[in-house]
């Protein structure tokens, strides 16, 4: 009973944050604009690894293949975002964003309300 309140918690997280990632699509080129996506960034990617895990853990066997996959898509993707971020370029910030959004979709997608 509690694995399944931790997941649910779990997934409603992943869901929030998710939603919070589309939202920083309209980014500014100043300071501290850069410096607060960044940490933004950093912050709803480490919530979003340690909820994958345990909806992860908390899976029926037959979806934990499908889960770990879409996860590792996301955190590739994220990755490659906060590269482009913390180096400031905005057309390449724009590009893995555009990349990183559609696979937030997806996971808006699969978590269950």
């Known amino acids: 009973?509690?694995?399944?309140m931790e997941s649910r918690g779990s997934a409603c997280r992943i869901k929030k944050c998710a939603l919070d990632?589309?939202?920083?699509?309209?980014?500014a080129d100043d300071e501290d604009s850069w410096n607060l996506m960044g940490r933004d960034l950093r912050?709803?990617?480490?919530?979003l690894y340690c909820d994958f895990n345990q909806?992860?853990?908390?899976?029926?066997q037959d979806q934990k293949k499908s889960l770990t996959e879409l996860a590792n898509r996301?955190?590739?993707?994220i990755e490659e975002l906060d590269h482009a971020v913390k180096i400031r370029n905005i057309p390449l910030t724009q590009n893995r964003y555009n990349d990183a959004a559609v696979v937030?979709?997806?996971?808006m997608a699969i978590m269950p309300p």
Not at 55 to 60: C, R, T
Not at 74 to 77: S, V
Request: hydrophobic share 55%; charged share 15%; net charge negative.
């Open 1 to 4: 009973m509690v694995d399944m």
């Open 55 to 60: 909806v992860i853990s908390s899976a029926p």
């Open 74 to 77: 996301l955190f590739y993707y």
């Open 21 to 27: 990632l589309l939202s920083i699509g309209d980014m």
């Open 104 to 107: 937030l979709q997806e996971v």
């Open 43 to 47: 912050l709803k990617s480490t919530f």
